[in-house]
């Protein structure tokens, strides 16, 4: 069984619907903290490290073989979390891809809270590739309103209007889960990445080795 760590309900739906078309059969448990975000917005995510350990321990008694992290903010706080099995941050695959893609790596997020440990973690996977980045940063004002207003739709569509404004990047990394439908709104010729997909796969071959 593979446990997903959520701070937002939105999610549930759409990493069922990723397991469902290509992890049939593996067996996902959600576990949704809406207020761990709410703290580490406001106090920085080190101050829920404690409760994070909390919520992933809950998961090993529960069964889980491996714990997904879906929120940016704190997948730093869960890995270093030292649980007894794996648990991996939904973005770090495509923070992978995108070192692979080439040195101009711009960071889109429409959270503060999220930009510094994803500009982090990106450049952790460029050390590891061995290749230089240079990582911008773009913070859409507003858009995280659309978000819990539940304008989802409007939402994607300020991503992906964000997004096909970017210009001399090589890759363009959608910082937060909840910006993958955007993806498929863009207009850029510039990769447009998102964590659900490579993150589920990592998580679902934890999970089977584990």
């Known amino acids: 069984m593979l446990a997903l760590l959520h701070t937002s309900p939105v999610h549930v739906p759409v990493f069922d619907a990723l397991r469902d078309e290509a992890h049939q059969g593996l067996e996902l ?15 920085g995510p080190d101050a829920v490290a404690d409760e994070v350990r909390a919520v992933l321990d809950r998961a090993v008694a529960e069964g889980a073989r491996a714990v ?14 030292g649980a007894e099995v794996p648990v991996l941050r939904v973005d770090r695959p495509m923070a992978a891809a995108a070192v692979a893609a ?10 503060e ?37 539940g304008d989802t739709d409007g939402y994607a569509r300020a991503v992906a209007a964000a997004a096909d404004a ?12 909840s910006m993958a439908p ?10 447009v990445l998102s964590s659900p997909r490579p993150g589920l796969a990592a998580g679902a071959g934890a999970a089977r080795d584990g």
């Open 182 to 191: 955007a993806q498929h709104l863009t207009a850029t010729s510039t990769p």
């Open 113 to 149: 809270s999220t930009l510094e440990p994803t500009v982090a973690l990106v450049e952790e996977e460029a050390r590891r590739a061995r290749r230089p980045v240079d990582v911008r940063t773009v913070l859409m004002e507003g858009a995280w309103g659309l978000f819990e207003a």
């Open 29 to 43: 448990r959600h576990l949704v903290a809406e207020e761990l975000l709410t703290r580490a917005r406001s106090e």
């Open 102 to 111: 080439g040195p101009r790596i711009v960071v889109l997020a429409a959270l």
């Open 166 to 177: 970017v210009t001399d990047a090589d890759a363009i990394v959608l910082a937060q889960a």
């Open 68 to 81: 997904l992290c879906t929120c940016s903010t704190l997948g730093g706080v869960a890995e270093r979390a």
